[in-house]
């Protein structure tokens, strides 16, 4: 089966929609823990496409793509967001990644988010490096922890990033 494009893969609502391949595109086999598995080809996965992520994540001001194939991306603080105070700096940034995590969450390839959370952490770290006039981001994590956690202004709770 291919899809309208004559490719294995299509883009649809903010998903990769692929599906498996084998010699004879009949089944895959996959090897599972003590025994191997077929899988039909007409069944279809779901997938995060990271780079179409990077690239809106980059548009938003939160990274900066110098080369995407050798790994060069860069995190930035959001500046727009550096007149909030750092309780609600560090609920913007969660918004955000708690909405992408549940967004891709039936995707097959979950464990692809662990990157864009760490440009999501690093990016909270370079803005509250740049607000507090830390000069790296090394200093923020040591003073604040790797989960950035601040208090509440006005309260005694903590709020860290996820």
Known sequence: MTFANGKDKAFFLGFLINKPSSRTND???VKKADYK?????SNKYLRIPV????????????????????G???PKGKVAWINL?????????????????NYYSCA???????????????????????????HSRAQVFKKYGTKLKVKIENSNKTIALK
């Open 37 to 41: 598995s077929r899988i039909s080809a």
């Open 51 to 70: 780079k179409h992520l990077i690239e809106k994540l980059s548009n938003q001001g939160f990274c900066e793509i110098r080369d995407y194939k050798q």
């Open 72 to 74: 060069k991306i860069i």
């Open 108 to 134: 097959k390839d979950k464990y692809r988010l662990q990157f864009i959370q760490y440009i999501l952490q690093h990016s909270c770290a370079k803005l509250f490096g740049r607000k507090l006039n830390i």
């Open 27 to 29: 089944a895959k086999v």
């Open 85 to 101: 105070s750092l309780d609600e700096i560090v609920n913007k940034y969660n918004y955000v990644l708690t909405g992408l995590i």
